[in-house]
């Protein structure tokens, strides 16, 4: 079975471009969650989706990020405009339910000029 | 509030030696324990995991005991191989229905 999939795997693009990036969880999996990861933060939980609802966003830095799950086998996260102090790898990942094991994607890497 | 807090890398050792990397956490109740690994390119995904005080998780020849007394967990393996090179995150989730948190990770290194 496929894993977690994120698309593009790497996004370079200008300050204040919108930019969106995309995941399809694993068949079955009914949990989603969108991570960011830098450097100097380490791995940050943005936003958290049960059964295509979110749970908790308390982890969106701010109006500029939003994130939808239309369905049960996708997601996006929208940032606009973008800025660089947003460049990091952002993850998503998938859970039978809740904080159950979580299988990640391989990763969105962004960079932002 | 709840934290985990491991130790800083990177750690560089030789193939074939030793390997601990430090873990501490702080939380109410009793949290569950977990590592998890994140080869270059790729996501995390999951070592190794620990429900309850002196439960030992195992996984390809990685070990590490929840010690309650001493609030940790550290991540040990008799004899590292180049393969292993990646980064380790000690995590903990308070409760079943908790979010759980990761440490800042520790990149190891294998020389040949």
């Known amino acids: 079975d496929a894993g977690v999939i994120q698309s593009p795997r790497h996004e370079v693009t200008e300050m204040g471009q919108e930019v969106t990036l995309r995941c399809k969880p694993i068949s079955g999996h009914n949990s989603l969650f969108w991570y960011r990861q830098t450097m100097m933060r380490g791995l940050e939980l943005l936003i958290y989706f049960n059964n295509n609802v979110p749970i908790d966003d308390s982890g969106m830095p701010e109006d500029r990020f939003s994130a939808k799950m239309p369905n049960a086998s996708f997601s996006t996260l929208k940032i606009q405009p973008s800025e660089p102090r947003d460049s990091a790898v952002y993850f998503c990942?998938?859970?039978?339910?809740?904080?159950?094991?979580?299988?990640f994607g391989p990763g969105t890497r962004l960079t932002v000029l | 509030g709840n934290s985990v807090t491991q130790m800083e890398g990177p750690v560089t050792l030789s193939e074939e030696a030793f390997l601990t990397i430090n873990c501490t956490y702080t939380?109410?109740?009793?949290?569950?324990l977990f590592w998890y690994v994140q080869y270059p390119g790729e996501g995390l995904q999951l070592l190794l995991k620990?429900?309850?005080?002196?439960d030992k998780g195992s996984n390809k020849g990685f070990e590490a005991t929840y010690r309650k007394e001493t609030t940790s967990f550290h991540l040990e393996k008799g004899s590292v191989q180049v393969s292993d090179s990646a980064v380790y995150f000690c995590?903990?989730?308070?409760?079943?229905?908790?979010?759980?948190?990761f440490g800042k990770g520790t990149r190891l290194h294998i020389l040949p």
């Open positions: 990942a998938s859970s039978l339910g809740g904080w159950n094991e979580q299988f």
């Open positions: 995590a903990l989730r308070a409760g079943r229905d908790d979010k759980i948190i």
């Open positions: 939380a109410t109740g009793y949290p569950s």
């Open positions: 620990a429900t309850k005080a002196d």
